[in-house]
């Protein structure tokens, strides 16, 4: 199963929107709701922000949202602050009882 | 508070066996799909495994299948992920992760710290 196609970086400024893409297939991406994004700091363990495409974990910021249009998906961190400075990996259930991840995204804060 | 403790990991030699466990707390175990994700050194996440709440449904990924098997005990709530003819390339932090639902594919909700696995002679 090939892996999701997320862009290796990504930056914006304090208080700045950035997206972060994660392009699949119609068999993936495009044919599930079952789209997550996690944040990874440096030498800690993912954490769920988004899941269900669109769906916002208790404590999550709403500066945090996520989308889809198509064989595409989207997360989008809006009033950038410095601890947002992570990776982000999406993931989508993929059929057949597989589950894939991005390569991920490097998100840096100017 | 909900609790995920990964163990087991440590420097084993090419085409041996290793047990990695999870131990669970703090929620209702025997709820929750399960998972076991991966992380070779600098690199992105890879999916491995994935056990029902109830242990009778196992998928694993194309990259492992046959040389991997996710088990669970909800008597004992933990987690299990036996790696058989291990391999350079499975060297990488090995994470055990709650799914949101009972059968998986909801996201991870809760996960551990991760125990690193180095396969080298």
């Known amino acids: 199963q090939s892996a999701l196609t997320q862009p290796p970086s990504a930056s914006g400024s304090p208080t700045q929107s950035v997206t972060i893409s994660c392009t699949g297939t119609?068999?993936?991406?495009?044919?599930?709701?079952?789209v997550s994004w996690y944040q990874q700091h440096p030498g800690k363990a993912p954490k769920l922000i988004i899941s269900?495409?669109?769906r916002r974990p208790s404590g999550v910021p709403d500066r945090f949202s996520g989308s889809k249009s198509g064989n595409t998906a989207s997360l989008t961190v809006s009033g950038l602050q410095a601890d947002d400075e992570a990776d982000y990996y999406c993931s989508s259930y993929a059929g057949n009882n597989n589950l894939v991840f991005g390569g991920g995204t490097k998100l840096t804060v100017l | 508070q909900e609790q995920l403790v990964e163990s087991g990991g440590g420097v084993v030699p090419p085409g041996k066996l290793l047990t990695l466990s999870c131990g669970a707390s703090?929620?209702?175990?025997?709820?929750?799909?399960m998972h076991w994700v991966r992380q070779a050194p600098g690199k992105g996440l890879e999916w491995v495994a994935v056990?029902?709440?109830?242990?009778?449904?196992?998928y694993y990924a194309d990259s492992v299948k046959g040389r991997v098997t996710i088990s669970r005990d909800n008597s004992k709530n933990i987690l299990y992920l036996q790696i058989n003819s291990l391999r350079g390339e499975d060297t990488a932090v090995y994470y055990c992760a709650r799914d949101r639902y009972s059968y998986g594919w909801g996201g991870g909700d809760a996960w551990g710290l991760g125990t690193l696995v180095t396969v080298s002679s």
């Open positions: 056990i029902s709440h109830d242990g009778r449904e196992k």
């Open positions: 269900d495409v669109t």
């Open positions: 703090g929620f209702t175990f025997s709820s929750r799909a």
């Open positions: 119609s068999s993936d991406i495009g044919y599930y709701n079952y």
